[in-house]
C-alpha cells in the first residue's frame, strides 16, 4: 500500500509565499512523476505542476514564474514551492503520483490566498 500525506497549505496573504510537500511511503519501485493539481468549488481539477522521474518539469501557465515544484528522490518527497501568491490561488491542493505504475492521490491540503 502507497500514502501521500501532504502538508503546507494555509491562509496567506496576496503576494505571501507557502511551500507544500507531500511524501510518498510504502512499498515503493517507481515513481514515474509527481506532482500537484488544484480545485475550486464547481471546477474541475487541474494540473499545476508535475516533476518526471528524468527531472523534467511541467507548469500550468497561471504559474509559471511564480511556483517551483522539486523533488528529494531520497526521501520520495515533492515540494511546491509558491511565491507571489493571489487570491485565484485559492484551492485545495492536491498531491499526484505515479507510483509502481499506479495512480495516487493526496487527501488534499487547503491554501487561502486573502486580497
Known amino acids: 500500500q502507497v500514502q501521500l500525506v501532504e502538508s503546507g497549505g494555509g491562509l496567506v496573504q496576496a503576494g505571501g509565499s507557502l511551500r507544500l510537500s507531500c511524501a510518498a511511503s510504502?512499498?515503493?519501485?517507481?515513481?514515474?512523476?509527481m506532482g500537484w493539481h488544484r480545485q475550486t468549488p464547481g471546477k474541475r481539477r487541474e494540473l499545476v505542476a508535475r516533476?518526471?522521474?528524468?527531472?523534467?518539469?511541467n507548469y500550468a501557465d497561471s504559474v509559471k514564474g511564480r511556483f517551483t515544484i522539486s523533488r528529494d528522490n531520497a526521501k520520495n518527497t515533492v515540494y511546491l514551492q509558491m511565491n507571489s501568491l493571489k487570491p485565484e490561488d485559492t484551492a485545495v491542493y492536491y498531491c499526484?503520483?505515479?507510483?509502481?505504475?499506479?495512480?495516487?492521490w493526496g487527501q488534499g491540503t487547503q491554501v487561502t490566498v486573502s486580497s
Open positions: 499526484n503520483a505515479i507510483i509502481n505504475l499506479n495512480n495516487y
Open positions: 510504502g512499498r515503493i519501485s517507481s515513481i514515474s512523476s
Open positions: 516533476i518526471i522521474s528524468g527531472g523534467s518539469t
